[in-house]
């Protein structure tokens, strides 16, 4: 199998390296020089891409057909509308001359508004969702042949949850977790390559939900991580991402159900 992976960070990384394992041949995108020399030296086909400056993608030789494409280019909130409309619209028109059977497009569960609300990825109607994100998503929905994966918040290597609240106040505690581990995404990722997808978008995340109070303890105490000064009321809105979906469609068991175990 011959994959595409547009923007190599941290996930896709693990996902090409798994790829590269298994005998494929996989071509990576990214905007780090290091990273660069990196991933050819680990057998990856790399090359320097930058989405948001359009013009110099036109000096990137690739093959003009691959049966899979990861796109995790990220829609960051960081970025202005404005911005992330000339990043994707530059995405869109670098794919223009390459074909492929399927792509699967990274996106997040933050689409989602923070409301006492189980979201489902079928039920839209009425939703607010997050403009940058939504505006990401229907650009690359647009595309032929393209699928989204809406991820949970994603932990795991040295992603560790209690590590961002280490001797901090904490105001989070009592929200619910929607999180899911590197290894499932992964391997999630992997079974959208060869499976088919019955649905156009999907979300990711463990099917356990407990407090976020409860995976710090829990994590702290697992890597021996100093705890938050203290937890104060916040925002406690009870909010979930349910990922049945696809776990019902692929018949799928999380390799890592409970984020207090991550």
């Not at 992330?84 to 530059?90: A, C, D, H, M, Y």
């Not at 923070?114 to 505006?135: C, M, N, Q, R, T």
């Not at 060869?194 to 356990?208: S, W």
Request: net charge neutral.
């Amino acid at each position: 199998m011959r994959i595409l992976i547009l923007g190599c960070g941290w996930l896709a990384e693990s996902f090409a390296m798994d790829m590269k394992h298994q005998g494929h041949e996989v071509w990576a995108s990214t905007t780090q020089y290091e990273k660069y020399h990196r991933l050819k030296t680990d057998g990856i086909f790399s090359f320097i891409a930058d989405f948001d400056q359009g013009h110099t993608l036109s000096n990137v030789l690739l093959p003009d057909r691959f049966d899979f494409v990861l796109n995790s280019i990220p829609a960051s909130q960081k970025n202005s509308l404005s911005g992330l409309e000339v990043r994707f619209s530059n995405i869109s028109r670098f794919l223009e001359n390459i074909q492929w059977t399927k792509q699967l497009f990274l996106s997040s569960v933050g689409i989602y508004p923070d409301k006492d609300v189980v979201y489902h990825e079928l039920e839209s109607a009425g939703i607010e969702f997050s403009e940058k994100l939504y505006l990401a998503e229907q650009q690359m929905l647009a595309l032929p042949n393209t699928y989204v994966y809406r991820l949970g918040g994603l932990f795991g290597k040295n992603r560790i949850f209690a590590k961002y609240f280490a001797n901090r106040i904490c105001t989070t505690g009592e929200q619910l977790a929607n999180f899911v581990h590197l290894d499932d995404v992964v391997r999630l990722i992997s079974l959208a390559s060869v499976k088919d997808l019955r649905h156009a978008v999907y979300n990711i995340v463990a099917p356990m939900h407990p407090k976020k109070k409860d995976v710090i303890l829990a994590s702290a105490r697992k890597y021996g991580l100093d705890l938050p000064l203290r937890f104060e009321p916040g925002d406690h809105f009870q909010k979930v991402v349910s990922g049945s979906l696809l776990q019902k469609e692929f018949d799928y068991q999380y390799i890592r159900p409970n984020p207090l175990e991550f």
